[in-house]
């Protein structure tokens, strides 16, 4: 799911990309401010409006889910939303403090730099189907691959991001 520029709700999705804060609640008129347009009828009666589906038709959508928020609360009455970073849970092992670079791992670095399986693929020069049969866990990286990964997650800052204690 991606935003295209241009698309209505592409300045909503550079605000929430630049906004840098885990939570962020914005008023309707805020939002039309963004925009520089009207919000439709259905956003100020229908809480469904606001909701984080991935659909065609929901182009609003793209706007917060392709900057990394999911809405967490809508208040018709207060005319507001909050938007929070959207923070997906990933099982990492570590042996003797390294990454073991397992499906779950490899998967949490590319999300953390922002990466299609594509464009990571890319990076690692590798196809986008060896990033998918790793994600999916039908194999995993050779030992030189694991050391790049290493390379590279320290350059991204990965192992800053993840708990003490794992």
Not at 126 to 149: A, C, I, M
């Amino acid at each position: 799911m991606s935003i295209k520029p241009g698309s209505k709700y592409y300045p909503l999705f550079e605000h929430l990309h630049k906004c840098a804060q885990k939570e962020t609640t914005l008023t309707f008129s805020k939002i039309e401010a963004i925009l520089d347009d009207t919000l439709p009828a259905s956003a100020f009666n229908k809480k469904n409006w606001w909701s984080n589906r991935d659909s065609a038709s929901a182009l609003q959508a793209k706007a917060w889910v392709s900057a990394g928020y999911h809405i967490d609360a809508v208040e018709l009455t207060q005319q507001t939303v909050t938007f929070r970073e959207f923070q997906a849970e990933y099982k990492i092992q570590k042996k003797d403090g390294v990454v073991v670079w397992q499906q779950d791992a490899i998967k949490a670095l590319r999300k953390h730099m922002s990466l299609t399986q594509a464009q990571f693929a890319q990076e690692l020069g590798v196809r986008r189907q060896t990033v998918s049969e790793w994600e999916n866990g039908v194999y995993d990286p050779d030992r030189s691959t694991t050391k790049f990964l290493g390379l590279i997650a320290k350059q991204a800052n990965f192992q800053q991001t993840l708990p003490k204690q794992q």
